[in-house]
């Protein structure tokens, strides 16, 4: 009885307190408050062309301490852009993120709950919009319609983000529905989306937390390549843009690092943080993959 005692009140026997999900959260963190935090503490108006002086190098390399990330062509201060990006970004990230998500939790819970016509209908549509080249439609539409904000190009992403959810949960549901206490809640008289959202759900939220991180991952990704092609919105600062003006002005072949390299520096942290996180959620949600089944 002791020995039991000791185990349950034993916090690292917590699957939650996973290394690799706790380091991916935690870099995500301190990214966000970097964005969020840095306008107490800098002047973001420095984002805007002609605030700062021309092609400052950083501190480290004879600049100012004034711009200590230096400046570029147009006279903004990297600093400062870097500040007002990484917020834009992240939101692009969330909003595709978070309609994909629910929208495939929607169609996967029928799906998989109904099966018959309805998971036929769903689940070509699913395996067809899979297989479409995304970048090269998103590049298409780019192209004819003008993105004025990171709204509208965080919509645009959505509508691609669906079908990786819609699969997840579908062959979630599809094993769910046939656990005894399921087939209880039918007897005693509940209702099907009940079924789905109080008694499902639940147990599906790790295989759902891990799709939303990898969603959000490529939402970035897919606006950051739109925006380094010169197709995204122009008007507020995001990584994609520092890189399409740093491309334009032949930043690289100019020797200015300082210019084209911090942004590409944080996207790859943001990148390794959500893989962390999504290979955290993985082993939380499989036992056998945090070793749990010796």
Known sequence: MEQKKVRRWNTWDNPWLNTKFLIGISIVILV???GLL?????????????SSPLNLPP???????EHPLGTESNGRDMLAQLIVAIPSSFKVGLIAASVGMTAGLVLGSLAGYFGGWVDAVIRTLADAVVTIPTLAVLIVIAAFFTMRDTTSMALILAMFAWPGPTRIVRSQVLSLRERGYI????????RPFGLM????????????AASI???ISGAILGATSLEALGLGPTRVPSLGTIINQAQTSSALIRGMVWWWFPPILVLMIIFTSFFL????LDEIANPRLRGLNK
């Open 59 to 65: 501190v480290w390399q004879g600049g100012v301490p």
């Open 183 to 190: 087939r209880m809640a039918v007897l005693s008289g509940e």
């Open 213 to 215: 991180t990898g969603n």
């Open 38 to 50: 840095g306008r107490i503490f800098w002047n973001v108006e420095l984002a805007y062309v002609g």
């Open 277 to 280: 996180i999504t290979t955290g």
């Open 32 to 34: 966000v408050l970097f």
């Open 197 to 208: 959202f109080r008694e499902m759900l639940p147990n599906m939220l790790p295989w759902i």
